[in-house]
């Protein structure tokens, strides 16, 4: 296992391609988490993440927000909220 949302990444993955554009439908990826225990393992995590968010982008259904602005959340139990 090791890396985390997996199963739910996919499934949400699945539900938001399969949406009608709205416009003004954004959504933010924010950073997997290594939790393999093993530093060597973060390349994985974070290529998963990059990964992710190019696809959600090149699908044109949706707004993505950038992983240089969802970095900063990597570490933190902040998760920001509402229209910005």
């Known amino acids: 296992m090791g890396i985390l949302p997996g199963?739910?990444?996919?499934?949400?993955?699945?539900?938001?391609?399969?949406?009608?554009?709205?416009?003004?439908?954004t959504v933010a990826v924010l950073p997997l988490r290594n939790l393999t225990g093993s530093p060597d393992k973060?390349?994985?995590?974070?290529?998963?993440t990059e990964a992710l968010v190019t696809n959600l982008?090149?699908?044109?259904?949706?707004?993505?927000?950038?992983?240089?602005?969802?970095?900063?959340?990597?570490?933190?139990?902040?998760i920001p909220s509402g229209n910005r």
């Open 42 to 48: 973060q390349y994985l995590a974070d290529k998963s």
């Open 57 to 78: 982008a090149r699908t044109g259904a949706l707004n993505v927000v950038s992983s240089t602005t969802t970095r900063r959340y990597a570490t933190s139990s902040k």
């Open 7 to 25: 199963g739910a990444v996919a499934i949400g993955t699945a539900y938001w391609l399969t949406r009608p554009k709205k416009a003004g439908l």
